[in-house]
């Protein structure tokens, strides 16, 4: 889709976090971005709603102070008059269709129960009559996590996607983010949305996923990670929302690849969720391919804490010519997989790099 190839380009190492927010509004579920200040989290959301033309959008930081006026409305002084306690939410949150809430876990208990009845049944109460909202999407930031007792565990759980979003990583992405430029030319009408929210509906799941999700369901169970019912058949309406999002109606087992940002409750179940995910979702190749990356960073972060010493080099060497040697056999299992290629020559560039480094070549 235009405005995914778009964002990708802007936001560097933001792949996997644009797709889910996209994949969050057309299966009209709510998202939260998790990490420190200056990742452009704010930015991103911003350029993404900003491309739905017709939507209302509403942006907003709480703090501590937050008032329900500042996200409902102010009491109508009209109606006070006649002795009737309404918000005017003209501007506001509840006549909003996407919605973006920087520092989220700052809502404190003044706000909070009108927030979670809003974002989960889409209804705000006004003087005590249900008004339905027409919210699609809540896409939620914070610093940090909340912290266990003060009472956010409602409002956590309240999103199904989850991304941590930290800084740019690699030194050629950075320069390159430094160097980029913003574009606005990709956009999509509210109505174009809801046209994919309508095929989401009607994408077909197979048996074959719904078994693998059943797999997955229970090594979770064994590792002491246990999901809600509700939680895995809310995920169902993103493993649609991502078939659309690739142009397929009809899901695959790699679609349920995104539910390792959905299925983990503590921050530290993300590692073991993801593993569990990958072994039952992911490709064979895509697999083998991350965990060689995984060696790869970690044989460089040894070698860069030991000073780039000569045996460390040396030993770092011998390690990456047999990461080598093991992509060329898979190479030659999977002749049609380009991105193998692509990974020996970067695998390559990486033992190059220590050469010149460190030996002096």
């Not at 971005?33 to 990742?39: A, S, V």
């Not at 574009?183 to 009607?202: C, G, K, P, R």
């Not at 002491?224 to 991502?242: C, E, M, N, Y």
Request: charged share 25%; proline share 3%; net charge negative.
């Amino acid at each position: 889709m235009g405005i995914q190839k778009e964002l990708t380009v802007q936001f560097a190492e933001r792949e996997e976090v644009i797709e889910g927010l996209m994949v969050a509004m057309i299966a009209r579920q709510h998202a939260l971005l998790i990490g420190p200040p200056g990742t452009g989290k704010s930015a991103l959301v911003s350029d993404l709603t900003k491309r739905i033309t017709g939507a209302n959008y509403f942006q907003w930081l709480l703090t501590r102070f937050s008032t329900p006026e500042e996200l409902f409305g102010p009491v109508s002084l009209k109606e006070l008059e006649q002795g009737v306690y309404k918000r005017n939410t003209s501007g506001k949150l509840p006549v909003a269709h996407t919605s973006f809430l920087d520092e989220i876990f700052k809502a404190n208990s003044a706000i909070l129960n009108a927030l979670l009845t809003l974002i989960n049944e889409r209804i705000f109460y006004n003087d005590g009559a249900p008004m339905q909202v027409p919210l699609m999407c809540l896409i939620g930031s914070s610093n940090e996590y909340p912290e266990e007792g003060e009472g956010l565990e409602a409002l956590f759980d309240r999103f199904l996607l989850r991304y941590e979003v930290n800084y740019i990583g690699e030194d050629q992405t950075f320069i390159s983010m430094l160097k980029g430029s913003t574009s606005n030319a990709v956009s999509m009408t509210i109505e174009e949305l809801y046209e994919l929210q309508f095929f989401s509906d009607t994408v077909t799941i197979p048996d074959g996923v719904y078994e693998v999700l059943s797999k997955i369901r229970r090594d979770l169970r064994d590792q002491g990670i246990q999901p809600s019912d509700r939680r895995f058949k809310q995920a169902l309406s993103v493993i649609r929302a991502k078939a659309v999002l690739h142009g397929r109606n009809q899901a695959i087992v790699e679609d349920l690849m995104i539910l390792k940002n959905s299925l983990w409750e503590k921050p530290e179940q993300r590692e073991q969720v993801a593993k569990i995910v990958r072994n039952h979702a992911q490709d064979a190749v895509k697999t083998r391919l991350e965990e060689i990356g995984a060696e790869i960073v970690e044989i460089l972060d040894n070698l860069n804490k030991s000073n780039n010493s000569t045996d460390a080099a040396v030993e770092a060497t011998k390690k990456i010519k047999t990461l080598i040697s093991d992509l060329k056999k898979l190479q030659k299992a999977y002749p049609n997989r380009s991105e193998i290629e692509q990974s020996i020559d970067s695998t390559q560039k990486s033992l190059n790099d220590i050469a010149s480094q460190v030996l002096g070549v």
